[in-house]
């Protein structure tokens, strides 16, 4: 009966990847990961309940989204990548890991953005 078992496709985070990453390829990758995830995000910052499968999957993508956006060697693409993953972050209504990511954003108005987005982060 194995012929009607259906394999459940895989999350796009954990996806090997072949090679080094150029910046461009890596923030379109961060992009996708974050999208692939909101989701997950939004049953996990918008539940009571605990959903253990979505808080892995968000915990998951964020990680795997964080690795990437370290290798990232373009001030600029990083920053937005970084802003990316804090959207995802305060979609899950993760707050501790949103302020410290968006200490680590340099550009000035990129920083002012995502204060302004989310005036919690600031406390």
Do not use: H
């Not at 804090?86 to 995502?114: F, H, P, Y």
């Amino acid at each position: 009966m194995k012929w009607f078992a259906k394999q459940k496709p895989g999350d796009v985070w954990d996806e090997v990847i072949q090679g080094p990453l150029g910046d461009i390829e890596a923030a379109a990758r961060i992009r996708t990961i974050c999208d692939a995830a909101t989701a997950s995000a939004a049953t996990v910052g918008g539940s009571a309940r605990n959903d253990r499968r979505e808080s892995e999957r968000y915990e998951r993508a964020a990680r795997a989204a964080m690795e990437i956006a370290m290798k990232i060697s373009d001030d600029l693409m990083r920053d937005d990548a970084v802003r990316r993953i804090v959207d995802l972050c305060m979609k899950a209504n993760d707050i501790k890991t949103g302020q410290i990511l968006s200490r680590a954003i340099q550009a000035s108005w990129i920083r002012e953005a995502v204060q302004r987005d989310y005036p919690v982060l600031l406390q």
